[in-house]
């Protein structure tokens, strides 16, 4: 890494929080409970990850990222959905190629993109698509 730069994992979202005051973010993210999977920082920015397994629901974890986006603007979200042996549709067209759609997750307004697709197959066929693996970057941020 660069000079400046720093990698963290399990990093609780209220030390994210450190810089703004508790009582504009209050509880929104539960008593020592929520922790983000991988933060890089920069000199200028944080950079949240969180990590999930296809077929888990991921309406918490956007809307997570997303509160946090809004409590501290500077910060980059994105949420990483792992799917082994299984087409992720809801994120890939049946191309392979990112769907290009604007979500929104429900009980909150948290929106989410799919910016990246990548695969993992023995066979470029289309045959292998539901067995390939599949990682997919959507990038979360709040209305």
Not at 7 to 24: C, F, N, Q, S, T
Not at 62 to 85: M, Q, W
Not at 119 to 143: M, N, T
């Amino acid at each position: 890494m660069r000079d400046g730069e720093s990698l963290g994992r399990e990093i609780w979202y209220h030390d994210l929080l450190a810089d703004v005051p508790r009582a504009k973010w209050g509880n929104a993210f539960g008593e020592k409970t929520a922790r983000a999977d991988i933060v890089l920082r920069d000199e200028k920015r944080v950079y949240v990850l969180e990590v999930k397994r296809y077929g888990k629901s991921i309406n918490k974890d956007v809307n997570r990222l997303a509160r946090l986006r809004r409590f501290l603007p500077s910060c980059r979200t994105a949420l990483v959905i792992i799917a082994e042996r299984e087409f992720p549709k809801e994120f890939v067209r049946l191309n392979g190629l990112a769907r290009q759609d604007l979500f929104a997750t429900r009980g909150d307004d948290s929106l989410y993109e799919v910016s990246r697709v990548c695969k993992a197959s023995s066979s470029l066929r289309q045959v292998r698509r539901d067995f390939a693996h599949y990682a997919c970057l959507l990038e979360v941020w709040q209305r």
